[in-house]
Nanobody, 131 residues
Framework: EVQLVESGGGLVQAGGSLTLSCAAS????????IGWFRQAPGKEREGVSY????????HYADSVKGRFTISSDNTKKAVYLRMNSLKPEDTAVYYC????????????????????????WGRGTQVTVSS
């Protein structure tokens, strides 16, 4: 059974930093795409950043490029999201999601994936950025 557990959320002032962690278990970690998504109240869930654990290819939403960095540690079965220069609009529940690479349609590349493409989800961790 695929299990994903997020941690590292919290309250931070604008301009501050947080690192989210996603601990994975129950599947072969080396050939998955792991994504970070976020959902603010009243808004749709949006993709923030993805990483393919087989080759390290990544995607970032335009809103976080240059501020967030995704990384994976395949030996620990963990994915991290380092968030710098946080803004109040980054406030949301952040979710970790996973999908086997062979079950994704790669024709348009890693940037084309959406929440509907991911089959396994964690419960989320709250990030609140105060102004």
């Amino acid at each position: 059974e695929v299990q994903l557990v997020e941690s590292g959320g919290g309250l931070v002032q604008a301009g501050g930093s947080l690192t989210l962690s996603c601990a994975a278990s129950g599947f072969i970690f080396d050939d998955y795409v792991i994504g970070w998504f976020r959902q603010a109240p009243g808004k749709e869930r949006e993709g923030v950043s993805y990483i393919a654990t087989s080759d390290g290819s990544t995607h970032y939403a335009d809103s976080v490029k240059g501020r967030f960095t995704i990384s994976s540690d395949n030996t620990k079965k963990a994915v991290y999201l380092r968030m710098n220069s946080l803004k109040p609009e980054d406030t949301a529940v952040y979710y970790c999601a996973a999908q086997p690479e062979h079950k994704l349609l790669w024709a348009a590349g890693i940037s084309s994936f959406t929440a509907r493409d991911f089959g396994s989800w964690g419960r989320g961790t709250q990030v609140t950025v105060s102004s």
